[in-house]
């Protein structure tokens, strides 16, 4: 049974990995959760995203956005880097979630069989 | 189409997060003896004026640049109508929106209730600033989930957007649900 209490545990736990990721994370990861994301699968996305980059550390925030324009490529997940530079995956789902972290937050190589250049030729 | 109620949820008081309230109030009542669901949002948000307030129950309007039609609030009056429930929505501007759909519990095609922490933390999520409060009945019970109660728990340096942080709320919101309806039988 969870109580307010276990909470406090999991502030230090928190704090810890924070004071461990030094100054501002290397990507900012972006998932559409509009009528259109939700209803097409974007929160199983979104919570994987949020588990697996807690689970690795990846240096990354994930965060939330409305309507990206596109909703017939919902689930979609934008990648930005440092620069600024804009990565947009489409059609998402919880196991591509995971490839492209490896690939483009871990190795820093964008998965390209799921941006949105490979399904608008 | 939502598979369950919790997206419902989610979906309906992003709209809240994006008329700026900075106050949400959800009510969930799950009655067995009166044979109903309610899900009930109610903001202190820009509000709307007469006039919008029938434009967003029209698939065909939106607020949003994006694109031009939402579905939101349609989706949601549907689910009343066809679940031989009621909708209801009253706003006012600068004051806030209130929104309510009632289901028949038993009703053919009233669907499940869904990931209801999930949605609750993705609300709070979007605008962590906010004061969220949940409330969960049933016929012998009540959970509350109070957003400030856990920020004076995690204070200013953790942010409730931290995946265990997050993960944690989720939980804790599911199992006090949980426990509201075991108790009853």
Redesign the interface.
Known sequence: ??S?A???A??E???K??EMREGDADYRIVVG????G??AGA?PV??TL??E??KHGYSCTV??T????M?TLEPIVEVYDKAGQKTTYVLMDPDKAVRMLESHIRDGKILDECTIASVRK | ??QNLS?HV??IA?NSV?AEATDLHIIMINSTCKDLISIEVIDNGKGMDEEMIQRVQDPFFTS?T??RI???IP?FKELAEACNGSFELESQVNVGTRIYVSMQKSHWDTPPLG?LG?AVV?VW??KETNHIHFDYKTDANQFSFDSD??KA???D??SV????????CK??IN?QIQVCEEEQV
């Open positions: 049974m969870k307010l276990d909470l406090q999991l502030r736990q928190a704090k990995r924070l959760m509009a009528t259109c939700i209803a929160r979104l919570n949020v588990e980059v807690a965060t939330q409305g309507c990206i324009g909703c | 189409m939502m997206m989610l979906d992003s994006r949003r994006t694109r939402g579905l939101g989706f990931d999930d993705l999520c979007q109660e856990i728990i995690l204070g340096e953790v957007c931290e995946a265990e942080i997050m993960m944690w939980d804790y199992q």
